[in-house]
C-alpha cells in the first residue's frame, strides 16, 4: 500500500462549489505539505503543518483552508472553488529527523473548476 | 529567499544520448540540502536524491550522475545512454538544512523526451 494517500484523484466541479481533497499518511511523519502544479510553474507551497497544532501558510494560500485532523490526516479546503484553481495537487509529507528533510509525495489529485 | 532556476524548459534526445539537466540556485543559508524529482507521465513525483550543501561529492548511481558545484550554485543532474523510459518531468528543489523550516522550493520543472 502505498505510503502518502490522496482522495479523491481526480475531481471535476462547478464555480463556487466547496471541495475538500484530503490526504493520509502511514510513514509517522510529523510534517505535511500541501502544493499545487501548474504547467510551467513547478510545485508551489499552499499551506504545511508541522505537527497536529501548527499550521502554516504557503506562498500562494489565498482562497485554500486546510485541517490537520490528526498526525496522519491533512485536508484542503476551497471554500469556493474558481477556475484558476484547476491544477494538479499534491500533499506530501517529511520527518526532519536524522537531518532528513526529502519530502514524499502522494500520487496527485488532477482538480478541474468549471 | 530561496530561489531555483531550470533554464531549460524541454529537451528532447535521441535514445542512447547522454543529456545533462541544470539547475541553479540561490539562498543566503550556509548550509541547505537540493534534491531532484522525477515526475514520470503517470504524474507522481519520485525523489531521485539529496545531497548536502557541505559534502561536493559527486554522486552516481547507475546511468544517473549528479555534479554539485558549490562554487557556481549549480547542482547537475545527468543521465547517461538515456532511454524512453526516462521521458519525463525533472524538478530540482531546494530547503534549508534546519529541520525547523524544511520547506522546499522548486524549479519550474525540466521536461525531457527520449526518442526510441
Known amino acids: 500500500d502505498a505510503d502518502v494517500t490522496q482522495t479523491p484523484r481526480n475531481r471535476i466541479t462547478k464555480t463556487g462549489k466547496r471541495i475538500m481533497l484530503e490526504c493520509s499518511q502511514t510513514?509517522?511523519?510529523?510534517?505535511m505539505y500541501w502544493y499545487r502544479q501548474d504547467p510551467g510553474l513547478g510545485l508551489r507551497l499552499i499551506y504545511y503543518?508541522?505537527?497536529?497544532?501548527?499550521?502554516n501558510k504557503g506562498e500562494i494560500s489565498d482562497g485554500y483552508s486546510v485541517s490537520r485532523q490528526a498526525q496522519a490526516k491533512f485536508s484542503l479546503s476551497l471554500e469556493s472553488a474558481i477556475p484558476n484553481q484547476t491544477a494538479l495537487y499534491f500533499c506530501?509529507?517529511?520527518?526532519?529527523?536524522?537531518?532528513?528533510?526529502?519530502?514524499?509525495f502522494g500520487p496527485g489529485t488532477r482538480l478541474t473548476v468549471l | 529567499a530561496q530561489k531555483v532556476t531550470q533554464a531549460q524548459t524541454e529537451i528532447s534526445v535521441v535514445e542512447k544520448e547522454d543529456v545533462t539537466l541544470d539547475c541553479v540556485y540561490e539562498?543566503?543559508?550556509?548550509?541547505?540540502?537540493l534534491f531532484w524529482y522525477k515526475q514520470p507521465p503517470s504524474g507522481e513525483l519520485v525523489f531521485l536524491i539529496r545531497r548536502n550543501s557541505f559534502d561536493e561529492q559527486n554522486e552516481i548511481s547507475g546511468r544517473y550522475s549528479w555534479n554539485f558545484q558549490k562554487s557556481t550554485s549549480s547542482f547537475n543532474f545527468t543521465i547517461t545512454a538515456s532511454q524512453v523510459v526516462d521521458s519525463a518531468v525533472y524538478f530540482c528543489?531546494?530547503?534549508?538544512?534546519?529541520?525547523?523550516?524544511?520547506?522546499?522550493?522548486f524549479g519550474k520543472g525540466i521536461t525531457l523526451s527520449v526518442r526510441p
Open positions: 528543489a531546494l530547503s534549508p538544512y534546519t529541520g525547523a523550516n524544511s520547506k522546499l522550493t
Open positions: 510513514k509517522g511523519h510529523d510534517r
Open positions: 503543518s508541522f505537527d497536529v497544532k501548527d499550521i
Open positions: 539562498t543566503r543559508d550556509t548550509t541547505y540540502y
Open positions: 506530501a509529507t517529511s520527518d526532519p529527523g536524522q537531518g532528513r528533510s526529502e519530502q514524499f
